[in-house]
């Protein structure tokens, strides 16, 4: 099972909107609800940022937000702040290995 | 409040084994999901594997069936993930994750680093 398809970089100013994109196949995130999004900054464990497509945990700030078309799902990050620079993965549950990383994006605030 | 505790760095020799925890707490340990994560220096996430406390139901990642061991005591609120010998490419950081109610994993442990060198 390869990893899901994320652009290495992705970069944006305050207050911009950036977009972060995962494509798989209909194997995995095409055929699943089951995406979500993790935030990584150095040195720190992943933290959820994003479930079953584009539903918000508690206390995730809501210029957070995701969504899916077809195999490929999408996340964005509105009024872009220095504290969102950091790695971002997605993950889909696949019918082949259970789950999938993507391959991970790293967000600079320029 | 959900906690997952893992033990401590490692530095072991190639060719030894090695077995690390990640106890859970503040939740009913059996009922959810337990997923084992690889981040190598500099690299991303990989999910090596899952287990399922109550009937340790164990899935593996291709690339790591055969290679580790996941297993889990429900009596101690314990999951583990365990090698019979070590490899130098084995050098990474280990974080378990406990599964939601719905797709995502949103409790995860603050990460257990080993590292293998001769």
């Known amino acids: 099972q390869s990893a899901l398809t994320q652009p290495a970089s992705v970069s944006g100013s305050p207050g911009q909107s950036i977009t972060i994109s995962c494509t798989g196949t209909?194997?995995?995130?095409?055929?699943?609800?089951?995406v979500s999004w993790y935030q990584q900054h150095p040195g720190k464990a992943p933290k959820l940022m994003i479930y079953?497509?584009?539903n918000r945990p508690s206390g995730v700030s809501n210029r957070f937000s995701g969504s899916k078309s077809g195999n490929t799902a999408s996340l964005t990050i509105s009024g872009l702040q220095a504290e969102d620079e950091a790695d971002y993965y997605c993950?889909?549950?696949?019918?082949?290995?259970?789950?999938?990383f993507g391959s991970g994006t790293k967000v600079t605030v320029l | 409040e959900v906690q997952l505790v893992q033990s401590g760095a490692e530095v072991k020799k190639p060719g030894e084994s090695l077995k690390i925890s990640c106890k859970g707490s503040?939740?009913?340990?059996?009922?959810?999901?337990i997923g084992w994560v690889r981040q190598m220096p500099g690299k991303g996430l990989e999910w090596m594997g899952f287990?399922?406390?109550?009937?340790?139901?164990?899935r593996y990642s291709p690339s790591f069936q055969g290679q580790v061991t996941i297993s889990a005591d429900k009596s101690v609120s314990t999951a583990y993930l365990q090698w019979s010998s070590l490899k130098a490419s084995d050098t990474a950081m280990y974080y378990c994750a406990r599964s939601s109610v719905s797709g995502g994993w949103d409790d995860w442990g603050q990460g257990t680093l080993v590292t293998v060198s001769s």
């Open positions: 209909s194997s995995d995130v095409g055929g699943y609800k089951y």
């Open positions: 503040g939740y009913s340990f059996s009922s959810y999901w």
């Open positions: 993950s889909s549950y696949t019918s082949g290995t259970f789950y999938v």
């Open positions: 287990i399922y406390p109550v009937n340790s139901d164990t």
């Open positions: 079953d497509v584009s």
